[in-house]
């Protein structure tokens, strides 16, 4: 395994890593946010009774446009033309929790869990900013990788026993 840190130049400052010379490969990564509120306020989201309106509807919304804009958001991202770009919400309203699972697929040279941990991200924030007029105490429990495919490392299952 190569010890050099690659996203630091010769001098030791942060850059972009160079991808040029890797192969295009098929690629998908999957994220999940857990955002935790009141059995009530779950409620309230599952109703549509919500301050701001539908906030499963705007937080999907809010990761994909999120996903297709990691670049600008991360400063060491390269741009990927997204091939696929999804958010799906479950919510449990018995234990007051709201799980996001974003997804992003491309064909390039480099992965894309960054793309999904970011849609993830948004998503989730976008529900507690939609929430926050009903609960104060809403929280973004995790944000995590759940699994990504292709490239050179190949691919990567999260445990789910930390």
């Not at 869990?113 to 007029?133: F, H, I, Q, R």
Request: one cysteine or more; aromatic letters at 2%; hydrophobic letters at 45%.
């Amino acid at each position: 395994m190569d010890e050099r840190l690659t996203h630091l130049d010769e001098h030791g400052n942060a850059t972009m890593v160079d991808v040029g010379a890797k192969a295009v490969t098929e690629r998908r990564a999957v994220a999940r946010a857990t955002v935790r509120m009141s059995p009530a306020t779950a409620q309230a989201v599952v109703d549509g009774d919500a301050p701001k309106g539908d906030v499963l509807g705007t937080a999907k919304l809010a990761g994909i446009m999120a996903a297709k804009r990691t670049d600008e958001l991360i400063p060491l991202c390269h741009s990927l033309p997204l091939s696929f770009a999804g958010v799906e919400a479950e919510v449990d309203t018995a234990t007051g929790t709201v799980t996001l699972t974003a997804e992003a697929r491309t064909a390039a040279k480099t992965g894309v869990e960054m793309e999904a941990l970011t849609a993830a991200s948004v998503a989730a924030l976008t529900v507690y900013d939609m929430v926050k007029g009903i609960e104060k105490g809403v929280e973004i429990a995790e944000v995590v990788l759940v699994t990504k495919t292709g490239g050179k490392s190949g691919d990567w299952q999260r445990s789910e026993t930390f």
